[in-house]
C-alpha cells in the first residue's frame, strides 16, 4: 500500500511546481483481534489487507489455536472467507474458557509477511475467549483487552 502526499506549491496544481512523494508502507501485518463468533467459528482480524488463497491466509494450516491453560487444542476445519483484512475459521467445537490463536505463513497484499516470536507483543498471536452453545441458546464470553 502506498500513501500518497500532494504538496501544492503556490496555491495550485496547474504548474510544474507540482510535487508529488510517495512513502511505502513499511509496516508488517499483525492480528489485532480475534472473536469467538459462534462456537465453531473465529473471525481474526488483521492489521494490513492480506494475500488470500491457500497459499496463504485462507490456508487452515496457517493457524494454530490452543487453550491458554493447557488444555485441548481446537481442531481448525476450514479457513475461508477472508475479507480484505479478517478471515472466518470453522474450527471444532468451543468451550468457554480463553484460547490463543497463533498465524503464521501469512503475507499482505504487499507480500511482507507477520513476524513471530516477538517480545513482549507478538504480532502472530493474540488471544480470545470462547463461545459455550447450552441448550439450543449461545452463551458468549468474551473479554476486551
Known sequence: ???FVILFLF?????????INTFPDADHPRII???SASNNTVIVTFSQPMLGG?????????YQIV??????????VQA??????????TTSSQSDVEYMITVSNVT?????SIASGLEPDDPSTVTFVGMLQMEGTW????RFF
Open 139 to 142: 452463551l458468549t464470553l468474551m
Open 67 to 76: 487453550q491458554t491453560n493447557g488444555g485441548e487444542a481446537v481442531i481448525l
Open 1 to 3: 500500500m502506498v500513501f
Open 108 to 112: 499482505d497484499i504487499q507480500g511482507r
Open 33 to 35: 483481534n480475534a472473536i
Open 80 to 89: 475461508a472467507e477472508l475479507d480484505i483484512t479478517s478471515v472466518t475459521l
Open 11 to 19: 496555491g495550485g496544481c496547474n504548474d510544474d511546481r507540482t510535487t
Open 54 to 62: 491457500v497459499s496463504s491466509t485462507e490456508d487452515p494450516r496457517r
